[in-house]
């Protein structure tokens, strides 16, 4: 089917009144209704902010178009990131989206503890950065 785009087009209404699916509803969204991607697939090293800031840019854009989905990190076959990736990626979309909202919107799954350990200072670096240390008590957590 082709649509004359020189014209405006009311996509539902060109379709009998059925809603398009989302290219990245069927291109991401797995089985329990997450959104995943694999780090692997969209960079081949990750020792550098300009590939951390493109994949936060992906990722922000995963979250606008699909409010409400949680966005799940694939990290398997990830060895070592940069600090400086992981804040760019990391740090800055925890910023962006407020920690409690980064927390529960962005998932990481297969990663590793030295990969772990960079995100975690990276994010709490940004965070302190961002909000000033006087206003922050940093917390380890208790096992």
Known sequence: MQFNTQNPIDLPKALWGHEPVSYFETKYENESGDLTF??????????????????????????KNNPG????????DVGIIASSFADELFGKLA???GIIDFSRYIKLSHVNTICKSIIDVAISQRIVQNYGVSNITLVKDFS
């Open 69 to 76: 989905h949680v966005i799940l990190v694939e990290m398997e």
């Open 95 to 97: 910023v962006e989206l």
């Open 38 to 63: 694999r780090l692997r697939d969209h960079a081949v090293n990750f020792g550098n902010r300009p590939t951390g800031e493109r994949i936060r840019n992906f990722a922000f854009n995963l979250l």
